[in-house]
C-alpha cells in the first residue's frame, strides 16, 4: 500500500525499540537481550495489515539506527509507514522490560523515552489534514501522556469534524508514564471515540469506577465500549454496531445492546500484546461488517495467536480458520482450548 492509497485503518502512536530479557529475573541480572519493537498503535497496524486489511502507521522517530530498525519492521508487516517522519534532534525511545506478567509486582520496565521524537508530535508537526485517509483512526491514551503537544494533537483528532473517520481508542492507561492529571485527560478522550477499549482494572484504577455497567454509564457517548474482564471475558456495549463513517453524532440516550462473550482458555507462553491484538481483531471484524459477538470472538482470537507467541506480534489465523472458530456454538466456544502452534493447522486446535 503506498501513502496516496486509503487505508481501511490509520493508527497513530510511539514505537519504541523494546529489549526483551534472554531469560527470567530481574533486570539486575539479566545478562543480555534481544531486541524487538513495542508500541500500543504500531502492534494494531501490524497485526491488522498481517489480517489483510490497508494500516497506515503515524509516529515520529529519531534519524538514528533505532528509528531505522522500527520503520523497517513495521513496514515488514505490510504497514504503509510513509507518514512517519524522522526528527533530527531528538531519539527514538527505547525500553527494557522484564519476562513477567506487567500485572505482576515483580514486572520490571525501564523507559528510555522521555524527550523523545515521538513526544514531539504536536497539531503542527502531524496536522490533521496531512494524516492519511482511512475508515478508521486509531489512538490511545498512552499517547496523551507523552507531552502536552501530544495532548492536544489527540484533542485535536477526537474533535467533532465534518469527515471525520471513526474514532477508536483504547484508554491503555499506564500510571508510570503519568506526570499530571489523568483521570479527567483519558475520560473526555475516550467520550468523544465512536469504539473504546477498556480494561474493568484500568477503569477502577483510573476513574475509581467499578463495574461493567458502571464504566457505560461513565461513556455514554460511543457507540460501541468493549469493557475487558480478564478471565471473564468481555461485555459489548453498542448502539450502533455498524461501521458508520461521517462525523460521529452523540449516542447518549439510546438503547444498548449489551453483549458478553466469554475468554478462550489459552495455554500462555507469553502475556504481552494481547490487549493490541484484541482490538485489532475486533476493527478487523468490525471492517468487515460482522456482528458484534463476532466481532469479540475475533478479538479474543487475535489475542489467543499473540498469547501462544513468545513475542507482542504474530501471524494471525487464517481468516477462514478464525471465521470457523468464531461461528462455533456458545458450548463448542467454551469447550475450546488454544496452544501454540494453534493459528497454522485445525488439528492444534483442542476440545475439552
Same mark, same amino acid.
Given at each position: 500500500? #503506498?501513502?496516496?492509497?486509503?487505508?481501511?485503518?490509520?493508527?497513530?502512536? +510511539?514505537?519504541?525499540?523494546?529489549?526483551?530479557?534472554?531469560?527470567?529475573?530481574?533486570?539486575?541480572d539479566?545478562?543480555?537481550?534481544?531486541?524487538?519493537?513495542?508500541?500500543?498503535?504500531?502492534?494494531?497496524?501490524?497485526?491488522?495489515? /498481517? $489480517?489483510?486489511?490497508?494500516?497506515?502507521?503515524?509516529?515520529?522517530?529519531?534519524?538514528?539506527?533505532?528509528?531505522?530498525?522500527?520503520?523497517?519492521?513495521?513496514?515488514?508487516?505490510?504497514?504503509?509507514? #510513509?507518514?512517519?517522519?524522522?526528527?533530527?534532534?531528538?531519539?527514538? @525511545?527505547?525500553?527494557?522490560?522484564?519476562?513477567?506478567?506487567?500485572?505482576?509486582?515483580?514486572?520490571?520496565?525501564?523507559y528510555?523515552?522521555? %524527550?523523545?521524537?515521538? =513526544? !514531539?508530535?504536536?497539531?503542527?508537526?502531524?496536522?490533521?489534514?496531512?494524516?492519511?485517509?482511512?475508515?478508521? *483512526?486509531?489512538?490511545?491514551?498512552?499517547?496523551? $501522556?507523552? =507531552?502536552?503537544?501530544?495532548?492536544?494533537?489527540?484533542? +485535536?483528532?477526537?474533535?467533532?469534524?465534518?469527515?471525520?473517520?471513526?474514532?477508536?481508542?483504547?484508554?491503555?492507561?499506564?500510571?508510570?508514564?503519568?506526570?499530571?492529571?489523568?483521570? &479527567?485527560? *483519558?475520560?473526555?478522550?475516550?467520550?468523544?471515540?465512536?469504539?473504546?477499549?477498556?480494561?474493568?482494572?484500568?477503569?477502577? $484504577?483510573?476513574?475509581?469506577v467499578?463495574?461493567?455497567?458502571?464504566?457505560?454509564?461513565?461513556?455514554?457517548?460511543? &457507540?460501541?465500549?468493549?469493557?475487558?474482564?480478564?478471565?471473564?471475558?468481555?461485555?459489548?456495549?453498542?448502539?450502533e454496531?455498524? *461501521?458508520?463513517?461521517?462525523?460521529?453524532? =452523540?449516542?447518549?440516550? @439510546?438503547?444498548?445492546?449489551?453483549?458478553?462473550v466469554?475468554?478462550?482458555?489459552?495455554?500462555?507462553?507469553?502475556?504481552?500484546?494481547?490487549?493490541?491484538?484484541? !482490538?485489532?481483531?475486533?476493527?478487523? /471484524?468490525?471492517?468487515?461488517?460482522?456482528?458484534?459477538?463476532?466481532?469479540?470472538?475475533?478479538?479474543?482470537?487475535?489475542?489467543?495467536?499473540?498469547?501462544?507467541?513468545?513475542g507482542? *506480534?504474530?501471524?494471525?489465523?487464517?481468516? +477462514?480458520?478464525?471465521?470457523?472458530?468464531?461461528?462455533l456454538?456458545?458450548?463448542?466456544?467454551?469447550?475450546?482450548?488454544? %496452544?501454540? %502452534?494453534?493459528?497454522?493447522?485445525?488439528?492444534?486446535?483442542?476440545?475439552?
Open positions: 500500500m #503506498s501513502g496516496t492509497t486509503p487505508a481501511d485503518v490509520v493508527c497513530l502512536g +510511539e514505537s519504541m525499540v523494546t529489549f526483551l530479557p534472554s531469560r527470567p529475573g530481574r533486570l539486575a539479566v545478562p543480555s537481550f534481544d531486541r524487538g519493537i513495542g508500541g500500543a498503535e504500531s502492534n494494531v497496524a501490524c497485526a491488522l495489515a /498481517a $489480517a489483510g486489511h490497508r494500516a497506515a502507521w503515524v509516529s515520529r522517530v529519531g534519524a538514528d539506527g533505532f528509528g531505522d530498525h522500527l520503520v523497517e519492521a513495521v513496514a515488514a508487516y505490510g504497514v504503509d509507514t #510513509s507518514f512517519v517522519r524522522r526528527d533530527p534532534a531528538r531519539p527514538t @525511545g527505547i525500553y527494557f522490560r522484564t519476562a513477567t506478567d506487567r500485572d505482576t509486582d515483580v514486572h520490571e520496565v525501564a528510555y523515552r522521555a %524527550g523523545s521524537a515521538a =513526544s !514531539a508530535m504536536s497539531p503542527s508537526t502531524v496536522p490533521c489534514d496531512g494524516l492519511p485517509a482511512g475508515r478508521i *483512526l486509531h489512538l490511545s491514551g498512552i499517547t496523551a $501522556a507523552l =507531552s502536552a503537544d501530544c495532548l492536544a494533537l489527540l484533542h +485535536e483528532l477526537t474533535a467533532p469534524r465534518a469527515g471525520r473517520p471513526l474514532i477508536s481508542f483504547d484508554v491503555n492507561y499506564r500510571p508510570g508514564l503519568w506526570r499530571g492529571e489523568s483521570a &479527567g485527560v *483519558l475520560l473526555e478522550l475516550a467520550r468523544r471515540a465512536d469504539v473504546v477499549f477498556v480494561g474493568e482494572d484500568e477503569a477502577e $484504577a483510573a476513574w475509581g467499578v463495574g461493567a455497567a458502571a464504566i457505560r454509564e461513565a461513556l455514554p457517548e460511543p &457507540g460501541v465500549v468493549v469493557v475487558k474482564r480478564g478471565a471473564d471475558g468481555v461485555t459489548v456495549f453498542s448502539h454496531p455498524g *461501521l458508520r463513517p461521517g462525523p460521529r453524532a =452523540s449516542n447518549a440516550g @439510546g438503547a444498548d445492546e449489551v453483549t458478553h466469554p475468554a478462550l482458555r489459552v495455554d500462555v507462553v507469553a502475556p504481552v500484546g494481547a490487549g493490541d491484538a484484541f !482490538a485489532a481483531g475486533f476493527l478487523s /471484524a468490525t471492517l468487515r461488517g460482522l456482528p458484534v459477538r463476532t466481532r469479540a470472538r475475533h478479538g479474543h482470537l487475535m489475542a489467543a495467536a499473540v498469547l501462544t507467541v513468545p507482542d *506480534l504474530t501471524a494471525p489465523p487464517a481468516r +477462514e480458520h478464525a471465521d470457523r472458530l468464531a461461528a456454538g456458545d458450548d463448542a466456544w467454551g469447550r475450546l482450548r488454544l %496452544g501454540p %502452534g494453534w493459528t497454522g493447522d485445525d488439528t492444534e486446535v483442542r476440545t475439552t
